[in-house]
């Protein structure tokens, strides 16, 4: 269930520095970065968009994939599995962490990693299809084909199975995914109605905490008894902090009578090792309403609550408002209130800063007692997916500092006293600099198309993030630490915000201090989708199907690669050319008959088979003269040579006005070792720029039909 891959098949294409002559540098790339193909050369494993997470150091990745790899089987394309990798000093280590799967599989969704500790030595994972030897297939009493359940992973041998069905079984189809996790994973939620505990004998929905010593029922009253609850959470996530960072604090909303609370509303409950508490107190007097729980602090100190009851005696708008309740002191205080109401966005780690929007739509952030009011979101932003008003909070494109210092949220609405655009933007904010779109051109352009952030997924439509029906195991959560520990932003859009981006696909783009750099390299014909980031920024994780490294990755699935500060391994050894006789290698001496018996197996899967020739595409320079020609006729001819047959097309863009356009454009058919002729002639509005403005700078881009890298030459004309 490992995959190693040896010292000879790692490589690097260094950003900003070149790759073989295909990848031109620029300024506007990280030049410090490196590439590094981190699923095994060779794999047939498509990585899913929306799966997976790193580690805060970067150097372990766990992630989703379809197909075969690292000794998973094939399952084909709607039942994924979960994989984690691991940098060593000579490359990317994969591991198989969702399997053995038993022999015939009945689920549809496969299985997807959920959570994964600090060190990578853990992760939590849900499947469907069952894992050897719990799961049998069809002896009675063991999980039905096809019902979720929790695994964890402990980085060798057979993973743990969190949630065992009952004997005798209940309803073996009543799903119990993790939910949420402590920060070592050792401990972690799930829900279920199995009773799979004696103190269980309620027909409720209960929720459990798998610890090291076996699960426990959580939802339950003074007496140990069950009680019914549920695990604050959005689509399948639990809120930020229902599980305190050391497990120790868990959790939970109940409707009805408990520790004498309201019967008729909903409250929130804390289990404090085997202490009970009720952390939703009512001291306003006010009619009972219910009381969600939007989030605690990673110790279970400070508790987020969000009611239209009035909790204290402190005067609070009508609508929505958010309290905050201090574990220690028992104080609960209003935290947030708005005459518009005040509905819960997110907070940061510490406690310190809140973000919530009013029923006007404003978004408003809330630090040291004072209210921000950003600007105006837009209708969409509260019913749709992936923007900051997300309906649910594990799909929001939303994120904040754990100090609060700094916001990132991409949005359809008007912000930094500008229009709204008709297109997702990426922003950011800071208490001293207040609101700043970051998805925008060094001259201060927005982005003319969708910027995003996070790593996301959507079951259908026409989006590069689209995983179909059948891969929605997690509900399709929206992932990514997206700031790093300096405050840089990483996000993605398919537009041109630096000149190096001249492909027209999904790039991934860091802002840092007031920059926009490309992550991704801006020439490949594929799409690159971010996925995560170290907390210091200094990996940064993508999906693509381009073949970024040639020479190991051989084939146009989605791999996982890593754009990673001082990364990258030696690229593998070419061998020498031969001729003559010097080809056919030493004469072999006849070796003696064997007798019948064992023998050792050589051949595919020892070693990877040696790396393809790699297509290369030239392109001759510009002289002097070129250039004078093609300002004054407008024509110009590329002469271009390729080493493998192929189609080859040279684009001209150049900048009219406020948007970069297509100026010119050129196929040729090229033949092995031949060069090809393609006549590049200005569009007529080109022209007409150049004579008014008595100067035009275009960028020629050639891509080449056997290659994933593209040749870029910049001319200034001068009229």
Request: hydrophobic residues 35%.
């Amino acid at each position: 269930m490992r995959t190693r891959t040896g010292r000879r098949h790692f490589a690097a294409a260094v950003v900003g520095a070149g790759f073989c002559a295909l990848a031109a540098g620029s300024a506007a790339q990280a030049a410090d970065r490196a590439y590094e193909l981190v699923t095994p050369p060779g794999s047939s494993g498509k990585v899913l968009p929306g799966s997976g997470m790193a580690t805060p150091s970067g150097d372990v990745v766990c992630f989703d994939a379809e197909n075969a790899l690292a000794d998973a089987p094939v399952n084909g394309e709607i039942a994924p599995d979960g994989f984690c990798s691991r940098r060593t000093p000579t490359g990317w280590e994969t591991q198989w962490v969702t399997g053995p799967a038993v022999a015939e599989p009945r689920g549809g969704y496969g299985a997807a990693v959920f959570f994964v500790s600090p060190d990578g030595s853990r992760a939590a994972f849900g499947t469907d299809k069952g894992i050897s030897p719990d799961w049998g297939g069809d002896p009675p009493g063991q999980v039905a084909p096809g019902t979720q359940s929790a695994y964890l992973w402990e980085g060798g041998g057979a993973p743990r199975w969190l949630a065992p069905t009952p004997d005798p079984i209940k309803d073996p189809n009543v799903d119990r995914n993790p939910i949420a996790a402590s920060d070592d994973v050792r401990y972690g939620l799930f829900q279920s109605g199995l009773r799979l505990v004696p103190q269980d004998t309620n027909s409720d929905v209960d929720v459990y905490e798998w610890t090291p010593n076996g699960i426990r029922l959580v939802s339950r009253d003074a007496n140990g008894a069950a009680a019914g609850g549920e695990v604050p959470r959005g689509s399948s996530l639990g809120q930020a902090g229902v599980i305190s960072r050391d497990g120790s604090r868990v959790f939970f909303q109940h409707v009805g009578p408990l520790l004498g609370s309201e019967p008729l509303a909903q409250n929130v409950f804390m289990l404090d090792g085997d202490e009970l508490r009720d952390v939703s107190p009512r001291r306003g007097g006010d009619v009972p309403g219910d009381v969600i729980f939007v989030g605690a602090t990673g110790d279970g100190e400070t508790v987020f609550l969000q009611t239209s009851e009035r909790l204290t005696p402190e005067a609070k708008e009508a609508g929505n408002a958010v309290y905050r309740y201090d574990v220690a002191s028992d104080r609960l205080t209003l935290a947030a209130t708005d005459p518009m109401g005040a509905n819960f966005l997110g907070f940061s780690a510490d406690g310190s800063t809140l973000v919530t929007y009013t029923d006007a739509w404003d978004l408003q952030v809330v630090r040291d007692a004072q209210t921000f009011t950003l600007g105006a979101l837009d209708a969409l932003d509260i019913f749709d997916y992936y923007t900051v008003g997300s309906p649910a909070v594990d799909s929001r494109g939303l994120r904040i500092a754990p100090d609060g210092s700094s916001i990132a949220f991409s949005s359809l609405g008007s912000f930094d006293g500008e229009a709204a655009t008709g297109y997702r933007q990426v922003y950011r904010w800071t208490p001293a600099a207040g609101v700043q779109r970051i998805s925008a051109t060094p001259g201060g352009a927005p982005a003319a198309g969708d910027a995003n952030i996070g790593n996301w997924s959507v079951a259908s439509g026409v989006n590069p993030r689209n995983v179909g029906l059948a891969n929605t195991l997690r509900k399709n959560p929206q992932l990514g630490r997206v700031i790093a520990d300096d405050g840089s932003v990483f996000f993605e859009s398919a537009e041109q915000l630096v000149p190096a981006d001249v492909n027209a696909y999904v790039d991934v783009y860091e802002w840092r201090d007031g920059v926009v750099r490309l992550i991704s390299p801006g020439t490949q014909r594929a799409n690159a989708l971010y996925m995560d980031n170290s907390d210091d920024g200094s990996t940064v994780f993508f999906v693509t199907s381009a073949r970024l490294i040639p020479e190991l990755d051989r084939n146009d699935v989605a791999d996982l690669y890593a754009a990673r500060v001082g990364g990258g391994f030696p690229l593998p050894a070419t061998p020498p050319a031969c001729e003559g006789d010097r080809c056919q290698g030493p004469l072999a001496t006849p070796s003696a008959p064997q007798t019948p018996g064992t023998s050792v197996f050589e051949g595919p899967g020892d070693e990877l088979d040696p790396a393809p020739k790699v297509a290369r595409l030239t392109v001759t320079g510009f002289t002097a003269k070129q250039r004078r020609a093609f300002a004054r006729s407008g024509r110009i001819v590329l002469r271009v040579r390729a080493n493998e047959r192929g189609v080859v097309t040279a684009t001209g863009r150049a900048r009219i006005g406020r948007r970069t356009v297509r100026v010119a454009r050129s196929v040729a058919a090229v033949r092995s070792g031949g060069t090809a002729r393609l006549s590049l002639s200005l569009s007529r509005q080109a022209r007409a720029v150049l004579r008014s403005r008595r100067r035009l700078r275009v960028t020629i881009t050639v891509a080449y039909s056997e290659s994933a890298t593209t040749v870029r030459r910049e001319v200034t004309l001068r009229g």
